[in-house]
Every structure is written in C-alpha cells, then in structure tokens.
C-alpha cells in the first residue's frame, strides 16, 4: 500500500504566474483535501475532492481551482500568484464517508517572489 | 465545524507522561475527535480518534469526557523524537472526512 505522495517538493514562482501542483493518494481513497499552511500556523483548508467532484470549499479565493482524475489523485491550481502565496501546500487522502482521518503527503513547499 | 482551543505550548522532560488538553464547547453529536503530530517540513501525522470515554493504540491514549466539551491526549514516557506540533480537530466524520479546521496546535517541546 502506497501512501499519500505529491510533487514537485520544492517550487519557485514570481508574481503572477501560475501554478499546478500534483497529489497522488493513497490506494483505495477517493477523497482528496488541499490544505495551505504558512509558516507557524496550522493548515487551512482549501478545497477537498470526492469522486471527481468539488465537495466543500474554505474560505480561499477562486483563483485557487483543482481537479480529480479517476484514479483519484488530484490538481492543485493557483492562478496570479500573490506574494502571501507563499506556504506549505499539503494533501490529505481519506476514505469518503468515513471517520474524519487523514492522510496527509509531505507537502509542496512553494515560495512565490 | 466545532472550533477548538489548545495550549500554545507545553514543555516536557523526557520519560514523562505529557497531557494536552483540547476545548470544543460547541462539539456536535456526530463529530469526532481527531489528533495529529506534525513535524516541520512534514505534513501531519493521524495520531489517535475518538467519540467517547478512552481510547487507547499503541503510542497514545484519548480521554473524552461525558459532556465530550473536551479532550486530552495522553502521550505516555515522552522521548526527544515527541518534540512536534499537536492538533485537536473536531469535525463530523458521517459526510465526507476531510474539512478539517486545524487551529494553530500546541508546540510541545521534550527536553534531555
């Protein structure tokens, strides 16, 4: 069994770019979450996956999309970067419809100049 | 979602038993409660989850009060490897896990 795994680790962008980030998730979830989490702070919620679909939003401006594939793993894109972009991006892969626990992936980290 | 309040920060010598309270006054009957360890640079790691009473695994325990306004998480004979941030979410884990409110933790710190 595989765990939660995402990519690139590392990311450098400048204002106003775009960006995709890549999740993978754990064999046999099909729910996938996106958290932001500045340094310091705890992770905020994003947006979270079930079965292809967008299911639940937090409060993060539509510029910040995503996708489901259906093998579940899932896209993170953020359009016109802003500066307080910059954070720890992390996925959670959770089995849809159960008990709330997650898997999180080691985070992308991405620093925006 | 239930909003919860923990210490900032907690220190501990090593070999001690650490106890981490968590407040959630506003719990709602189908929610659970949820702890997970972060290291830096990591993402978080599922600790232990409960609904009620105690709940003992392998590396901690999980006391739930009557009321549930509250928990603790009981991490037995601390190590230096135990120094990490500790989150307490609660949230309803019937419809879709995974809108999980993460406040901003308690750092615990395991001192030689």
Known sequence: ?113 | LAKTTQPISMDSYEGQEVNITCSHNNIATNDYITWYQQFPSQGPRFIIQGYKTKVTNEVASLFIPADRKSSTLSLPRVSLSDTAVYYCLVGDGNTNAGKSTFGDGTTLTVKP
Request: glycine share 10%; with cysteine.
């Open chain 1, 1 to 113: 069994e595989t765990g939660v795994t995402q990519s690139p680790t590392h990311l450098i962008k400048t204002r106003g770019q775009q960006v995709t980030l890549r999740c993978s998730s754990q064999s046999g979830h099909n729910t996938v979450s996106w958290y932001q989490q500045a340094l310091g702070q705890g992770p905020q919620f994003i947006f979270q996956y079930y079965r292809e679909e967008e299911n639940g939003r937090g409060n993060f401006p539509p510029r910040f999309s995503g996708l489901q594939f259906p093998n579940y793993s899932s896209e993170l894109n953020v359009n016109a970067l802003e500066l307080d972009d910059s954070a720890l991006y992390l996925c959670a892969s959770s089995e849809g419809g159960r008990r709330e626990t997650q898997y999180f992936g080691p985070g992308t980290r991405l620093l925006v100049l």
